[in-house]
């Protein structure tokens, strides 16, 4: 048995009260494409990470359907006061999954932008 302490007893609410850390969930892979799972990642991560200081990016969701002919990639991203969809289709994976990150790294570029705007604009 032990003492606990109130700093004990602090520190392990302050545990509980944060929130939980920040992942990207993907989903709609199928076996196929389970191969290029850690490269879906790093390259939205990559973009991702770019981004994250300035726009406070919170959860990122990313959704990948196989039809007759194409690929569609849409992702879903929360920001601190919004949320963004984004929707690729493409004839190739590979290619979905590059587009989908392109396309990321325009529209957060031109939130970044916006926001940059906004508060020069109240000084």
């Known amino acids: 048995i032990g003492i606990f302490s ?17 992942g990207m969930a993907i989903s709609g892979l199928g076996e196929d494409e389970l191969t290029y799972y850690n490269d879906i990642k790093d390259a939205l991560k990559k973009v991702i990470d770019k981004f994250s200081k300035s726009l406070e990016i919170r959860n990122v969701s990313v959704h990948f359907k196989k039809g007759k002919r194409v690929y569609t990639a849409k992702l879903y991203l929360e920001l ?3 949320h963004v969809a984004i929707s690729v289709e493409e004839f ?3 290619a979905a999954v590059d587009a989908l990150a392109t396309e ?5 570029g031109k939130r970044k932008d916006i926001l940059k705007y906004r508060k020069g604009a109240k000084r």
């Open 6 to 22: 109130a700093f004990d007893l602090f520190k392990k609410l302050l545990d509980y009260t944060q929130e939980p850390e920040e």
């Open 80 to 82: 601190k006061k919004e």
């Open 92 to 94: 190739d994976f590979k």
């Open 104 to 108: 990321l790294y325009t529209v957060l």
